[in-house]
């Protein structure tokens, strides 16, 4: 069974910029100019990190990011955002900075809404170059350098790396037999379509959104899919987003996560507001509705059938059955779940 922690390698302090271990930036010290880097003809990466009451993985994720590995080819800082109005990530962030040479900043973000908190990490954010991890991820300790690498050898505007699940012993043997929790991997250098994105392990050039007051949109933080539309209107824009292999992160699969409830659920919301976007195509859209029809009926009869062969493979295609049924009726002009329940 897959360890709750990827497996280390070599570690090696990064560089500081100064600062005395302990203390921790005030928001004006952690909201400086872009402009002021790179630093010493050096590249400063600003790592973002969104919180929301998890204090318990928040540690861990700041140990594994105090270890990232530089070569001494740019400077990194961390920045965490904590979107839970009663500041629970403030201690762990405290003590990890008390401890650290890395410099630390911490804020929060007082209305629950993940775009609202994204968009808040990157004003807090130093650096030319920003990075986004989330708080249930664990990286390997060439993570960043890794990312790092591939955004300055390509050219390309980020880069996106893969997000592989990482269980406990105490998971269930048909969710991890079931790859629900797997997402697509890919060559390294393959360039990405929008939907092929999202912001749990990704580097990017800052200037392309210098201009946005608001580059994630406060409007899908309860819906979820504020990061497919911030790199779609990116990628509108002519910017190029590859995929590097190498810089793999381990999400923890938490036990609200053990329950078949939650992918049904999560299928639902997607399906659902999927089918809210061709609600308005008129005509067109009962061509599109038809086959999720019979995406619905096909994936309903195999769920039936596989049943008799596992609780892994009748999940995987009840999911899909259910989000099809989801994007019906949201095409009909009725969503069934418009907001996460996890976030």
Not at 276 to 299: E, M, N, P, Q
């Amino acid at each position: 069974m897959t360890s709750i922690f990827p497996p280390d390698r070599m570690t090696r302090m990064s560089g500081s910029d100064g600062r005395p271990p302990g203390t921790l930036p005030t928001k004006d010290e952690g909201t400086r100019d872009a402009q002021d880097y790179p630093q010493g003809g050096k590249d400063h990466i600003g790592v973002c990190i969104c919180t929301y009451k998890r204090p318990r993985l928040l540690a861990p994720l700041l140990e594994k990011l105090g270890r990232q590995r530089t070569e001494g080819m740019f400077f990194f800082s961390l920045h965490v955002v904590d979107n839970d109005p009663m500041k629970s990530a403030e201690g762990p962030v405290a003590e990890f900075a008390r401890r650290s040479k890395v410099p630390v900043t911490y804020d929060n973000e007082t209305v629950q809404n993940i775009a609202l908190t994204r968009n808040r990490a990157v004003r807090a954010a130093e650096g030319n170059i920003l990075a986004f991890l989330d708080d249930d991820e664990l990286p390997v300790d060439d993570w960043l350098i890794q990312l790092y690498l591939s955004f300055r050898r390509s050219g390309a505007a980020g880069v996106l790396g893969p997000v592989r699940p990482s269980f406990p012993p105490e998971a269930p043997a048909w969710l991890i037999k079931s790859r629900l929790c797997d997402r697509p991997s890919h060559v390294s250098g393959t360039v990405l379509n929008y939907l092929q994105t999202r912001t749990g392990n990704i580097l990017f050039d800052r200037s392309i959104i210098n201009a946005e007051d608001t580059p994630f949109p406060p409007e899908r933080g309860r819906t979820g899919g504020e990061d497919i539309a911030f790199f779609r209107t990116m990628m509108a824009r002519g910017h190029v987003f590859i995929w590097c292999e190498e810089a793999p992160v381990y999400e923890i699969v938490l036990p609200e996560r053990f329950k078949r409830a939650y992918y049904i659920q999560k299928s639902l919301r997607i399906g659902g507001l999927s089918g809210a976007k061709i609600h308005d195509l008129g005509s067109g859209k009962w061509r599109v509705l038809f086959r999720s029809g019979c995406a619905t009926a096909g994936y309903g009869f195999l769920s039936a059938v596989s049943a008799l062969i596992g609780q892994h493979v009748f999940m995987r295609h009840f999911t899909r059955a259910v989000y099809h049924l989801g994007r019906i009726v949201g095409g009909l002009g009725f969503v069934p779940i418009r907001e996460r329940q996890d976030y």
